[in-house]
């Protein structure tokens, strides 16, 4: 029987709980929002919700097409089980269309076309501004992950991808960028953490409006709803 502990964790969207097996762990998504590393907190209704049932058809999917991650099973609306992981500290970011802190960084306008993917490696960062972004020498040098270990995120992230945006160009959406954390599981690389419209840029593929955590940061309204439309695209419900 599984039992749920105590907190282990709480981020932006989310609590991490600890069960009763030291394998895994339950999330919890939250309906609060932050935006700006803290500077802005909202609540966006349902969005625990829309996060918890996204995550798990996304990870479904990545494990049927052979992408390992800490997805077990959803708990109830809003809790999943997954396996317990040690973290590694620093994300990876993929970008199809430039938007956000590479339109800054690089000068392109917001939705150019990338060529090519652009993967990014950063740090996570407390302070208010950009993601320190690192590449591999730093990754080495800060004895933040082996070199097969990057090579193995870098080559899982452009999978991940490949299969998010073929099958998000079915629903209607863009994949525009999104943010994907890794855990080592029995001294595994596994994808963690979540894919959801709190983490990625997801526009309608018609109109180019945003479905996703920048209509909260960018105050454009229809947060709500624009969650609950990728949603019901994602179970067939257009
Ligand atoms: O979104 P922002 O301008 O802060 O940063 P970005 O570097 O343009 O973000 C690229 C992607 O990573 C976007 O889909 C963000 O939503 C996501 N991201 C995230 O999930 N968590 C962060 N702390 C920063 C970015």
Redesign the pocket.
């Given at each position: 029987m599984l039992e749920i502990g105590g907190l282990l964790k709480e981020g932006k969207g989310k609590r991490l709980y600890a069960t009763n097996d030291p394998d895994t762990c339950v999330v919890y998504f939250k309906d609060e929002a932050m935006a700006f590393h803290g500077l802005k907190r909202g609540r966006i209704l349902g969005k625990g919700e829309v996060n918890n049932a996204v995550c798990k058809h996304i990870f479904e999917m990545l494990t049927e097409k052979g992408v390992e991650n800490h997805f077990i099973r959803q708990l109830d609306a809003r809790q999943s089980l997954v396996k317990r992981v040690e973290i590694v500290p620093f994300a990876v970011?993929v970008r199809n269309i430039v938007?956000?802190?590479?339109a800054r960084r690089i000068g392109y306008p917001i939705g150019t076309k990338l060529d090519t993917t652009v993967l990014e490696c950063v740090l996570r960062s407390a302070e208010d501004g950009?993601?320190p972004l690192v590449n591999t020498t730093h990754i080495l040098a800060m004895k933040l992950a082996t070199e097969e270990e990057v090579n193995q995120m870098l080559a899982m992230a452009r999978r991940v991808n490949e299969i998010l945006v073929s099958y998000m160009r079915e629903i209607n959406i863009e994949v525009i960028?999104?943010?994907l954390e890794f855990g080592r599981y029995h001294g595994k690389i596994i994808l963690a953490d979540e894919i959801t419209p709190?983490?990625?840029?997801f526009w309608d593929a018609r109109t180019h409006e945003p479905l996703d955590?920048d209509r909260f940061r960018r105050d454009l309204g229809n947060v709500e709803q624009a969650y609950q439309e990728v949603l019901h695209r994602m179970m067939g419900e257009e």
């Open positions: 970011k938007a956000g802190s590479l950009d993601d960028d999104f943010k709190d983490t990625a840029r955590i």
